[in-house]
């Protein structure tokens, strides 16, 4: 393991804050690297993966669930569409909104994003103990629940 960086005066109050911030920059471009080996930018895999899962879905559902506004979840959608990966089609259940679908193109990219997310798994927990992980699985699920139950309060 590297040193620890030395956390900068103004973020003297928030070392685990500054602490997930520098993991997620150094997660997200090492998944980065990844992804651009079959053709993909961060961020278009989770939305591949929800369409994997979930079947086709609306535009603005896909966003909601991504924490994406409508703009980013566009320009997503647009580069994807672009590749071949998915297409949009027309809401049967309402003409004025769209679904997003896979296509023949974008289910066969699951197995490769699916290698791809457990090489960056390995990569992320290294020598980690079985226990270790669940420990850390466990404290980095209540942040997020921690962070997201302040979003709502406010």
């Known amino acids: 393991m590297g040193e620890r960086e030395v956390v900068p005066g103004a973020a ?7 602490t997930i911030f520098r993991l997620a ?26 369409l994997w ?6 535009q603005t559902d896909l966003g909601a669930e991504l924490g994406t506004d409508s703009a980013a979840t566009t320009r997503i959608v647009q580069r994807l569409e672009e590749s071949g990966y998915v297409r949009r089609v027309p809401d049967p259940a309402d003409r004025r909104a769209t679904l997003v ?9 699951r ?7 457990e090489h960056l798994e ?7 103990t079985p226990e270790q992980q669940q ?5 980095l699920l209540r942040l ?5 139950t302040g979003v709502t309060r406010e």
């Open 12 to 18: 003297a109050g928030g070392p685990i804050s500054h």
């Open 25 to 50: 920059r150094i997660h997200r471009l090492i998944a980065g690297r990844l992804l651009r080996e079959v053709g993909l930018h961060a961020s278009q895999e989770l939305l591949l993966m929800r």
């Open 53 to 58: 899962d979930g079947g086709p879905q609306r």
């Open 101 to 109: 679908e896979n296509t023949a193109q974008g289910l066969a990219l």
């Open 111 to 117: 197995e490769h994003v699916e290698r791809i997310w």
């Open 122 to 128: 390995e990569l992320t927990v290294g020598e980690m």
């Open 135 to 139: 420990t850390a699985l466990d404290c």
């Open 144 to 148: 997020e629940c921690n962070l997201h």
